[in-house]
């Protein structure tokens, strides 16, 4: 795929920023990692080896008799009995956290929530459940949920964007009043007063929120198109024969997406806020489901074990603090007036072009 020249320079300004560009690779690490967390937490082991066949726990469900055991239901790898079954006649590969989100461990050798320790690394919460596994689950939910928010969102607002811009007038005037109405609506009040009446689950918040979060990028949009819509091009391209849909996909969308993909790191950040605040409140994914701000919640009501708050905190605090630095990168290589060497410098065209003038006149 070749690459134009003005990719090349926003991908140059996007790498220049160094804060930005280390912390998308932190994040997708981050991100990738847990994408994968049936691998690394859970109560099923990877493998086992049983009279010289094979098993994948992780990926199918046996019964105990397959063991050995007495039950046909499914068997219980963290049972004593049938750990030791498989030993006799073969080995067991576990994960490196032997917990899953929702498995409590009954081997606490003090009363939960239980303090970090070899067996727990971030203790467990008051449950007997280990805060690490659920810190896992519960950052691969909240961003699975924000980029899904922020795509449907974003495709709903960049529309809504076009449409106002694009045709103007009475179009732009009713969807304005109309939007200015939406806004107004108390939205978090909505949400718990709907998540009351219908039990939430992942899809069902995720439409909720959808209903109020597509505003975020219709003013810019707007904006773009309202700019763009009497340029020569445009006329050209109508005069030409084009229709209303090829020009507004073809010839003023691109020019409206650099402002819009500037937006989408900060509205991903909004989108998992606002998830972290429901879950927090009570009204957000079902009990028991992992959440960082189930996990908030649970450190506010156990102020006697800190780890609870502090670890959910820091989660936030630095899976927050990424999307924004990625944000200002990809804001830098969008805008056109930052060279590589202003974004080392701080310096901007206008300050360049007055120092030049003034070492003039100095001479």
């Known amino acids: 795929m070749r690459v134009t020249p003005l990719t090349r320079r926003r991908l140059s300004n996007f790498r220049a920023n160094r804060r930005g560009f280390w912390s998308l690779w932190i994040f997708l690490a981050l991100f990738l990692v847990t994408l994968f967390a049936e691998f690394i937490a859970n109560d099923r082991p990877l493998l086992i080896k049983y009279e010289d066949a094979y098993y994948t726990p992780v990926f199918n469900r046996y019964p105990e008799t397959v063991f050995g055991g007495e039950f046909e239901t499914e068997a219980d790898y963290r049972d004593p009995y049938v750990a030791g079954l498989i030993a006799e006649k073969g080995w067991i590969l576990w994960p490196p956290i032997p917990y899953s989100y929702s498995t409590i461990n009954y081997d606490l050798l003090v009363p939960a929530p239980a303090p970090p320790s070899a067996q727990n690394w971030l203790g467990t919460d008051d449950q007997g459940r280990d805060v690490m596994a659920r810190l896992i689950y519960g950052f691969r939910i909240s961003v699975l949920f924000g980029l899904a928010l922020t795509f ?17 007038g009475t179009t732009d005037l009713l969807f304005q009043r109309f939007i200015e109405i939406w806004q107004g609506l108390p939205t978090l009040f909505l949400l718990i007063i709907l998540s009351s009446i219908v039990t939430p689950n992942f899809w069902w918040l995720l439409g909720l929120l959808l209903l109020f979060s597509w505003t975020a990028l219709v003013s810019v949009v707007r904006a ?14 109508r005069a030409l024969g084009a229709g209303d849909t090829t020009i507004m996909l073809r010839h003023v969308l691109p020019n409206a997406m650099v402002a819009t993909l500037t937006f989408m790191p900060f509205i991903l950040n909004g989108s998992i806020t606002t998830l972290t605040a429901l879950d927090f409140l009570g009204f957000g994914l079902p009990p028991g489901s992992p959440s960082l701000g189930e996990l908030l919640a649970q450190g506010k009501a156990n102020l006697q074990a800190p780890w609870l708050g502090l670890t959910a905190f820091f989660v936030l605090a630095i899976m927050l603090s990424l999307l924004i630095f990625i944000g200002e990168a990809v804001r830098d290589a969008f805008d056109p007036r930052k060279t590589i060497a202003q ?4 310096t901007s065209p206008a300050n360049e072009a007055t120092k030049t003038s003034a070492k003039q006149a100095a001479e």
């Not at 449907?152 to 103007?168: C, N, P, T």
């Not at 773009?224 to 391209?237: I, M, P």
């Not at 974004?343 to 701080?346: E, K, M, Q, V, W």
């Open 343 to 346: 974004l080392g410098t701080g």
């Open 224 to 237: 773009e198109f309202l700019r763009a819509r009497n340029l020569d091009y445009v006329r050209a391209a």
């Open 152 to 168: 449907f969102s974003s495709i709903i607002g960049i529309l809504a964007g076009a449409v106002q811009g694009y045709f103007g």
